[in-house]
């Protein structure tokens, strides 16, 4: 091997390492994890969305999953509170709740992200 293949390969080498180890870091620092946490228990649920703004009982926002079901977060951060804004969450259902909204399953905010 030249001494330039050797320098190229090594350059080539050191970016991808940089790039790999930032994108993993950068991406698990986008989420949060809202105040109140998330009740234990009920099934989990991945979801990527957009926020809405619904004026149903005097307003709320939900929302809506990419998967056709709107979502009625009990615990959505005021950051993320913002019609139109497109989101990625891990949500646990409480189908042991009832709420005055509904518009969808009522659920608990694991960890949230824009998008």
Known sequence: MTVRGALCLTLLLGFAACNSTGARAGSEADWVTPAPAAEPGGTTVHITGIVSHLDLEGGFFAIKGDDG????????PAEFQ???????AELRRRDDMAGIHQAGPIVDIVRIRAR
């Open 69 to 76: 079901t709107t979502y009625d977060p009990t615990n959505l």
């Open 82 to 88: 913002k019609d139109g804004l497109a989101v990625e």
